[in-house]
């Protein structure tokens, strides 16, 4: 299966100028947990409710700073012409939960671990995903 076939294609997305304020009120409105950020078609990174709370809140950023501050620019991403559970493969070994899907450098749809799940909830790559994802990360060396 591809992940054409799962993913989300109605992708909201903001400008590097977003302050940390107008992110955090849009991914409440649309119950998500990350927003690709990107301008003039070129993809620039995304930005999860963690990295708010992580290096912007805790970091005394205030609410009109830009995301482009504090977006994760080395991001994983994936392809349309990518199978399900190779996403999930990459998912497990990035330790990431969401998975843009670009073309042409254009994000064109997201997977979400609960993609994957939802997808067939005894596929063993979900599974996988799963426990991979949720182990902690080595600290930094």
Do not use: W, Y
């Not at 830009?66 to 080395?74: A, D, G, H, R, W």
């Amino acid at each position: 299966m591809k992940v054409t076939e799962i993913m989300t294609t109605d992708v909201e997305t903001c400008t590097p100028d977003t302050t940390l304020q107008e992110v955090a009120t849009r991914m409440l409105e649309l119950d998500v947990g990350s927003i690709p950020v990107s301008d003039d078609n070129k993809l620039h990174g995304i930005i999860t409710d963690r990295d708010i709370v992580t290096r912007g809140i805790a970091a005394q950023f205030s609410l009109d700073t830009p995301v482009s501050q504090i977006l994760s620019s080395n991001m994983i991403t994936g392809t349309k012409d990518m199978d399900v559970e190779e996403a999930a493969s990459l998912m497990a070994q990035n330790q990431i939960r969401r998975l843009p899907i670009v073309e042409n450098n254009q994000v064109v749809g997201i997977v979400s671990l609960g993609d994957v799940a939802v997808k067939d909830p005894s596929d063993a790559d979900a599974e996988i995903a799963l426990e991979d994802i949720s182990e902690p990360a080595e600290p930094d060396k």
